[in-house]
C-alpha cells in the first residue's frame, strides 16, 4: 500500500509539462533582474522538472522514426516541445564563468528539437551546423567576411520567418481559449498543437543563430586572454629615451647645442645603455668586437682631423710667405 501510495504521489508526464509551461512563461513575463535569486530559482525549478518530463518521455517511448506526423496523438503533439523549453530555460542561467558552457548545452536541445520536427516534416527550414562543424567551418568574428548574397538572403529568411510567426501567433490566439477549455474537438487540437510546433521552430532558430554570434565572441575574447606572455615581457621592459646617435664626443656636443630637448649620446654610450636593459638580442654586436671596431673607427676620426689640421696650418704658413699673384710673371710689362 505505501509503494503505491508513493506512485500515486509522482506528477504525470501531463502535469509537469504544463508545470514547465507555467513557470517559463512566468519567465517571459517577470520583471526582476535574470540574475535575482528568486529568478534563477525558476530556471532551476523548471530544468529539473524537464529533465524528469525527458525520462518519462524516453521511458514511454512515445516518439518513433517509424511513424510519421499524422500517427502521433493531438494530445502527445505537444511534449515534441521539452527539448525547446529545455534550450530557452539553459540560456536563462547567469554565470559567466559557465556561460561558454551553457551555450553549447542550450545550442544542442535546440538542434535536437529542430532535428524532430525536420523529421516529422512539421515544417521546411534548414537545420543549422553541427557543433563539431561550427568548430571547424565557422571562421571567427574577425575573419569573417560574409559577401553581400549571403546577407540578403540571410536578411530575407529572418523576414520571412517573421512574417510566419506573426501569421501563427495570430491563429494560436484566436484557438487558444476553446482548447485550453476544453470546448475544441481533436481537429482543433491538432492546429493548436502544430502551430506551437512551427512557433517554437522559429524561435530555436533564431536562439540558435545569436548562440552561434555569441560562442564567436567569447572564443574571440578568450583568444585575446591567451597573447603569447613574450608580447607582455617586451611591454613591461622600460621605455628608452629618444636619442641622437654621434660618432664622437664632440658631434655630440654640437648637435645637443642644436636639439637640447633630446638627449645625445656616443656610440659607445649607446652600447652600453642598450647592454644595461639586455637588448642584445636585437642584433648588437658582441662587446669585445663592438668595442675594437668602434675604438678604430675613433682612432681613423682623429687620425684624418690631425691631418686635416696639419694640412690646413701649412696652407696658412705658405699663405704668409707667398703673396696672391705669386709666380705669375707671364702678363708683367
Not at 84 to 98: E, H, I, W, Y
Not at 193 to 206: A, F, G, M, P, V
Not at 207 to 222: A, H, W, Y
Amino acid at each position: 500500500m505505501a509503494a503505491a501510495g508513493e506512485d500515486l504521489e509522482e506528477p504525470r508526464l501531463s502535469e509537469l509539462f504544463e508545470t514547465c509551461k507555467q513557470i517559463l512563461e512566468e519567465i517571459e513575463l517577470a520583471t526582476e533582474p535574470s540574475g535575482s535569486k528568486m529568478f534563477q530559482n525558476k530556471v532551476v525549478e523548471g530544468l529539473e522538472f524537464l529533465k524528469k518530463a525527458t525520462e518519462m518521455l524516453t521511458q514511454l517511448d512515445l516518439f518513433s522514426r517509424n511513424e510519421e506526423l499524422e500517427e502521433i496523438a493531438s494530445a502527445d503533439l505537444k511534449y515534441l516541445m521539452v527539448p525547446a523549453f529545455q534550450g530557452s530555460l539553459t540560456l536563462k542561467q547567469v554565470n559567466p564563468r559557465k556561460r561558454l558552457e551553457h551555450l553549447f548545452e542550450a545550442r544542442e536541445h535546440f538542434l535536437n528539437y529542430l532535428t524532430q520536427c525536420q523529421y516529422y516534416h512539421v515544417a521546411d527550414f534548414e537545420l543549422p551546423l553541427l557543433k563539431r562543424n561550427l568548430d571547424e567551418n565557422t571562421p571567427s568574428s574577425s575573419m569573417a567576411y560574409p559577401n553581400l548574397v549571403t546577407m540578403a538572403s540571410q536578411r530575407q529568411a529572418k523576414i520571412e520567418r517573421y512574417r510566419l510567426k506573426k501569421e501563427v501567433e495570430n491563429r494560436l490566439s484566436a484557438l487558444k481559449s476553446s482548447v485550453e477549455n476544453g470546448e475544441a474537438d481533436d481537429e482543433c487540437v491538432r492546429e493548436y498543437y502544430i502551430l506551437h510546433l512551427r512557433k517554437w521552430i522559429s524561435i530555436s532558430l533564431e536562439e540558435t543563430e545569436s548562440i552561434d554570434q555569441e560562442i564567436r565572441i567569447l572564443k574571440d575574447k578568450d583568444s585575446l586572454k591567451e597573447a603569447p606572455a613574450s608580447q607582455s615581457s617586451q611591454l613591461d621592459r622600460p621605455a628608452m629615451k629618444p636619442f641622437i646617435l654621434t660618432r664622437n664626443v664632440t658631434q655630440a656636443k654640437v648637435f645637443g647645442a642644436g636639439y637640447p630637448s633630446l638627449a645625445t649620446m656616443t656610440v659607445n654610450e649607446w652600447y652600453e645603455q642598450h647592454q644595461k636593459y639586455n637588448t642584445s638580442d636585437h642584433g648588437i654586436a658582441q662587446t669585445s668586437d663592438f668595442r675594437k671596431a668602434s675604438e678604430q673607427q675613433d682612432q681613423e676620426e682623429k687620425e684624418e682631423d690631425e691631418q686635416k689640421l696639419r694640412q690646413s696650418r701649412e696652407w696658412d704658413d705658405w699663405k704668409d710667405t707667398h703673396p696672391r699673384g705669386y709666380g705669375n710673371r707671364q702678363n708683367m710689362g
